[in-house]
């Protein structure tokens, strides 16, 4: 059983392997798997496999196909009582009704929200806030709640680091911002979409979004570009609905360049597409498409048919009955919410008048011996106030004294420095040593007055405090506006070269959204390199009154090299460190690079982390 178990797990791989090469091998094999799992009553690996060929079906066009096989797979975490499952499968269901059911939609995101919430799946709740976001975007009945709904996503996701989530939040906000013709700032947001999502599948919807805006700016070349590269990473991995919405934009953009002939061609294949989708939105831009450029070409007749389609389409889709029903699911869902919420505080409320009462009948039963023993102890009380206060004092002066060594040293050096008097210089064989610099610092200064400077620069540092901390990291100082740490010191960490890097990455987000309510202020962003190298160190304290914590070598030297060799807004790492981190994050070679004092060094930009597979494409907007 155990042997045949593994297998199905292997298979279950295998057809996740195939993803992004061959969406036939992924369901042969997911369907071998889903056949042992049911012949020797592994429920877990049913589900597993059921789930994976409605995703192949999902990115296949094939959306009945895909349903059949999510509600199997549904069936079977339910039989087992697998709530991540369930939810995973309810918004996954959600997904592939948007396109044609949208309270359907709606109800099945709901529910996979309510599962999350109940489990605390925190990804679950971002991707289930942005897709219900897209969904509220949509219709008149709803709209208002949809930056609502992004910006709880966008809390969620750099809370917990889930750049996918961030990278279409960013993405929707961008749409939000398009919508208003604010095109400087939409496109701000969707270039923070495109960066999040490199090496995502989700990467076409952010470059369709750019070139909308490019398009909205009149800016036909950067239109063209965006969508082309739009459409050859959507056909890489043969997703036909980003296909559709590329092939719609580059119409778009033919219309506006007078081609006609060209812009019909390419409506038709965009309507062929969306046709085989069910994809209402496409299907209703292919329609109006069609219908003006027969117009221009003045073939009537065909054009009076699209427009036919066109409203019919736009009945469908607009009526009553579906903004209703998205209306009463939000308002049973919150209802829900709200009697969970009375039901709780009635117990406590129960729980608190029976301690009341125990305490009550409790405090009774002991006034009358108390009175006689308060007598001899306020006595003895008022000696040993003095001394409690004394000792309080001590305490506490102890306690600050402890606070301020440890704001400037790690906790194992200043208690060696506590207990013995002085620090050991320690080496460490391999620590990872990251710095940061503002590019273009000195005309900043020259521009801000000293107090606003240092403002702005302690604001961004407070910041990388909390992100480092949280990585587990350890601070070493900074200078000017330079920010140095480093990862496996003052004790070995095996994971410091991941940790190192996941930072890096929370540094960059955290800066593009400081950026970004820097420009919706009218102000200047700040531009940042990040460079990182890893390799021994000597570590220790120096000084004898003013203690620092501080690390050496040529390590050291070559990290900040990094540093200065790097570009902003990216992560510039060393072979070195290319070679702990290759298998998890997808890295970009550089060439040798020269660097000063030091030569020609092989450098890599850090992309992002190598792409995970098992879900499907979040929703997006009506873009």
């Known amino acids: 059983m155990q042997e045949d178990s593994l297998k199905v797990d292997a298979l279950i791989q295998l057809s996740r392997n195939y993803y992004n090469d061959s969406w036939d091998n992924a369901i042969r094999y997911a369907n071998e798997a889903k056949d042992l799992a049911a012949r020797i009553g592994y429920k877990k690996g049913e589900a597993l496999a059921f789930k994976g060929i409605g995703i192949a079906y999902y990115v296949m066009g094939q959306p009945v196909s895909a349903i059949g096989a999510w509600e199997e797979s549904l069936k079977a975490f339910r039989s087992l009582n697998d709530k991540s499952g369930i939810a995973n499968i309810l918004g996954n269901l959600g997904g592939v009704y948007e396109r044609s059911d949208e309270a359907k939609a709606m109800e099945y995101y709901l529910q996979s929200l309510s599962v999350a919430e109940e489990i605390g799946d925190n990804y679950r709740i971002a991707t289930m806030m942005l897709n219900l976001g897209a969904l509220y975007d949509k219709k008149s009945a709803t709209a208002a709640k949809a930056m609502d709904a992004y910006r709880n996503a966008i809390a969620i996701a750099t809370a917990h680091n889930y750049p996918d989530a961030l990278g279409m939040a960013t993405g929707n906000i961008g749409d939000l911002f398009l919508k208003k013709g604010e095109i400087d700032s939409a496109l701000h947001y969707f270039k923070l979409a495109e960066l999040n999502l490199q090496g995502n599948g989700n990467l076409p919807l952010a470059l369709n979004n750019i070139g909308r805006a490019y398009l909205q700016a009149k800016n036909i070349p950067e239109a063209t570009t965006y969508h082309q590269r739009a459409y050859q990473e959507a056909s890489r991995s043969n997703n036909k609905l980003y296909m559709t ?21 390419t409506y038709l294949e965009a309507e062929q597409l969306a046709t085989e989708l069910k994809a209402n939105d496409e299907l209703n831009k292919s329609y109006e498409g069609l219908s003006a450029t027969y117009s221009r070409l003045r073939d009537y007749s065909h054009a009076y048919q699209y427009q036919v389609k066109l409203t019919d389409l736009k009945q469908k889709i607009y009526n009553k009955e579906a903004d209703d ?5 939000q308002f049973e869902f919150d209802l829900q919410k709200k009697e969970t919420e009375i039901n709780l505080l009635s117990r406590d409320k129960a729980l608190q008048d029976v301690e009341i009462r125990r305490q009550r009948f409790a405090k009774n039963a002991l006034t009358a011996g108390l009175i006689g023993i308060i007598a001899i102890v306020f006595i003895l009380y008022r000696g040993y106030r003095n001394k409690v206060r004394t000792n309080q004092l001590l305490d506490k002066q102890k306690i600050e004294i402890e606070h301020l060594l440890l704001n400037i040293l790690p906790e194992e050096v200043a208690h060696e420095l506590q207990t013995e008097g002085s620090a050991t210089p320690k080496n460490f064989e391999q620590v990872s040593v990251l710095f940061t610099d503002f590019k273009g610092f000195t005309k900043m200064a020259d521009v801000l007055s000293p107090q606003e400077l240092v403002a702005e620069l302690n604001e961004c540092f407070m910041a990388f405090d909390e992100i480092i901390e949280k990585h587990h990291l350890e601070k070493i100082k900074t200078i000017g506006d330079s920010y140095m740490c480093a990862g496996g010191i003052p004790v070995p960490d095996s994971n410091h070269a991941t940790h190192i890097i996941e930072a890096s990455f929370d540094i960059i987000r955290y800066l593009e959204q400081w950026n970004s309510r820097r420009i919706e202020k009218g102000l200047q962003p700040w531009e940042l390199r990040i460079g990182i190298h890893v390799g021994p160190v000597v570590a220790g304290v120096v000084g004898k009154k003013k203690y620092a914590y501080d690390i050496w070598g040529s390590t050291v030297n070559i990290a900040s090299r990094m540093e200065s060799a ?27 690079i020269y660097a000063k004092n030091i030569g020609e060094i092989d450098m890599y930009f850090v992309d992002g982390v190598k792409a995970q597979t098992g879900e499907i494409p979040l929703a997006m907007t009506a873009s």
């Not at 219309?255 to 019909?264: H, R, S, T």
């Not at 029903?325 to 699911?329: A, Q, R």
């Open 566 to 592: 790097g570009e902003p807004g990216k992560v510039n790492i060393s072979s070195s460190m290319f070679e702990l981190v290759r298998d998890q994050y997808e890295c970009r070679y550089r060439g040798k």
């Open 245 to 265: 919405q590329a092939l719609l934009g580059l119409a778009d953009i033919e219309v506006q360049k007078g081609e006609n002939g060209l812009a019909l061609k």
């Open 325 to 329: 029903k998205i209306k009463d699911l």
